[in-house]
């Protein structure tokens, strides 16, 4: 049965930033929080491998319709690149590829020229075990069936990759490293393609998202797994407070917001550089969202025509 009104009002609504433990699937994540906040409406903004750690942003309630604006957000990451042998799924998790290559006696220089040429926009060859579809199928459903999975390089942009730390874990050199890359980036793939690079072979061992666009983990909260407790407190971030970090912002009257969230075009003070067409968010005077709205340039300035409107009684 469809919901009314005030079915939604009852509902929660807004965006969950989420530090994810370790072993624990994106998909466990949002299956606890749906149960905690008693709402089956719950998604997430990109998924974390079990082995990770860190920030997952999570959409509540209207909350999901802003997730196709998070998605695409640059990330952070920190991590450890073990140097010295090369696995199937260009992690931990995987079988080892070949035989072990000492690697302890590369030099920091060497490394630097490697990572050099991971730097920038590059084309990267996902690894075989993500989530990328070919022909209709999950290509890790068929690198594990035992098919021979060879997916096309992409275009991703690497803003920085830098080395914190070396280790000496003989024969292997392990690297801990910090990653800032475009979304759609795979971190594996930069730990498999270095170890390559150096001749060495190379895997992740350790993975923990620590940004997403101006979303930092030390925000977020823990959840816990089934069986440690059910009394947390989830604080969800408003959704005109999280489309306004990711999207300019346009200031409504009340008469404007009732227009625009009956799906009205409505005009708007012209905007420095004039309509660009890009999406902007429109707030209420209370600083709620209305509405993720479209410019348009007419013959009297700016028109503000929505996108996606966001319910009365679902505002935050």
């Known amino acids: 049965m469809a919901r009314g009104p005030q079915d939604l009002a009852a509902l929660p609504h807004g965006v969950l930033l989420v530090d994810k433990a370790p072993e624990r ?23 974390l491998d079990p082995m990770a750690t860190g920030l997952l942003i ?21 991590a ?4 010295g042998l090369a696995t ?8 080892e590829i070949g035989e072990v290559v000492p690697a302890v006696g590369l030099t920091p220089q060497r490394i630097e020229e490697s990572l050099d040429a991971l730097r920038g926009e590059i084309q990267q060859v996902p690894s075989t075990v993500s989530a990328i579809k070919v ?5 890790y459903a068929r690198a594990r069936a035992g098919e021979d999975v060879v997916l096309a390089a992409r275009p991703v942009t690497i803003s920085d990759f830098t080395v914190l730390a070396r280790r000496d874990a003989d024969p292997f050199l392990d690297l801990d490293v910090t990653v800032t890359c475009s979304s759609g980036t795979y971190v594996r793939a930069l730990a498999r393609d270095l170890g390559a690079a150096l001749g060495v072979g190379g895997h992740l061992t350790a993975l923990r998202r620590t940004r997403v666009g101006p979303f930092d983990v030390q925000d977020a909260v823990h959840v816990p797994a089934r069986g440690e407790g059910d009394d947390v407190e989830l604080p969800l971030r408003g959704l005109g407070e999280t489309a306004a970090h990711v999207m300019p912002t346009v200031a409504l009257d009340e008469e404007r917001a009732i227009a625009l969230g009956q799906g009205k075009r409505v005009h708007a003070t012209p905007s420095p550089g004039g309509a660009d067409g890009g999406v902007r968010a429109a707030l209420d005077p209370e600083g709620r969202l209305v509405a993720v709205v479209e410019t348009e340039a007419d013959a009297e300035g700016e028109r503000l025509r929505p996108v996606l409107v966001v319910p009365p009684e679902a505002r935050s």
Do not use: F, M, N, P
């Not at 999570?58 to 920190?78: A, I, M, N, P, W």
């Not at 450890?80 to 140097?83: A, E, G, V």
């Not at 199937?88 to 079988?95: I, K, L």
């Open 58 to 78: 999570l959409g509540v309630g209207q909350g999901t319709r802003l997730l196709t604006h998070l998605v695409g957000l640059d990330k952070t990451y920190t």
């Open 135 to 139: 022909d209709g199928k999950r290509a």
């Open 25 to 47: 699937t994106s998909h466990d994540v949002v299956a606890r929080v749906r149960w905690l906040l008693g709402t089956k409406k719950v998604g997430h903004a990109g998924t």
């Open 88 to 95: 199937t799924t260009d992690d931990r998790e995987g079988e």
């Open 80 to 83: 450890t690149i073990r140097l």
